[in-house]
């Protein structure tokens, strides 16, 4: 069971937690003495609100790796690839040859549920060359030096069908302007031609399976969803280079 700290808990876990919400900028400062009191309670609810995370005052896993990603300095990794070919339309027709199947690290992967409400599950790309690997460090870096406290999507799918994760699925994510509360951010990586022109549908088999997988298990695990969509269906770019709402995803719900 993971470990939940809330008012009465001591110890080393309550110390850890006191140091990350100073390193987090809490005002005025908690003093570190592994006892959750009401002030550390109070920090807590307000760090919560800060990182729109449910506001309950409990710190679990959620809070805590939010806490954490947040301080943490930017990781200086790869520049972020150019993204003028999301400015085009939809190019590459649905992919339904595929059929979900769990990713190759399912053994580690623990898929977190969130007293959030989540309606919607929406798609995206990274928007990288074809045929070349990314990871969620490399895109959690692109996405803090725009001054975001995290990684503005919730799952990342890797090309070779590894479900990576990204921000807390209890955290509102950064993903698609206006759309944001009530959802939850999928990404591959891929989504443009290996010269970086050209909007493109690169999901390798592996990865269809897997993003196939990985929403429907979702959906299950998240009663509200009432619908999958894509980032094209609400904003002009062609992210995440193929309609969802033509494509096996959009038909799960």
């Not at 506001?55 to 972020?80: C, H, K, N, Y």
């Not at 807390?168 to 698609?176: A, F």
Request: a positive charge.
């Amino acid at each position: 069971m993971p470990t939940l700290l809330k008012r009465g808990s001591r110890g080393a876990a309550v110390r850890t937690l006191q140091k990350l919400l100073n390193e987090f900028g809490t005002s005025p400062r908690v003093l570190i003495d592994g006892d959750y009191g009401p002030a550390t309670e109070t920090a807590v609810r307000a760090a919560q609100g800060r990182l729109e995370l449910v506001v309950d005052g409990i710190a679990g896993p959620q809070t805590m790796t939010a806490l954490r990603r947040a301080s943490e300095p930017v990781f200086a990794g790869r520049p972020e690839p150019d993204k003028a070919a999301m400015q085009e339309g939809v190019s590459g027709a649905p992919t339904d040859h595929v059929s979900a199947k769990a990713p190759p690290n399912v053994a580690a992967l623990n898929l977190l549920g969130t007293a959030r409400p989540v309606s919607e599950i929406i798609v995206h790309c990274a928007a990288t060359p074809e045929g070349k690997d990314f990871t969620v460090d490399d895109i959690r870096a692109w996405h803090k030096q725009r001054g975001w406290t995290d990684i503005g999507y919730h799952y990342v799918v890797y090309r070779d069908g590894r479900v990576m994760l990204g921000r807390p699925v209890g955290q509102i994510g950064s993903h698609v302007a206006g759309h944001n509360t009530g959802t939850i951010g999928i990404a591959y990586v891929g989504g443009v031609t290996a010269d970086g022109r050209t909007a493109k549908d690169t999901r390798t088999d592996r990865q269809g399976s897997s993003l196939l997988w990985l929403v429907r298990e979702l959906v299950a695990k998240h009663t509200g969803v009432r619908k999958v969509t894509g980032h094209n269906q609400y904003a002009a770019k062609a992210c995440p280079s193929f309609d969802v709402s033509l494509d096996q995803l959009g038909a799960i719900v």
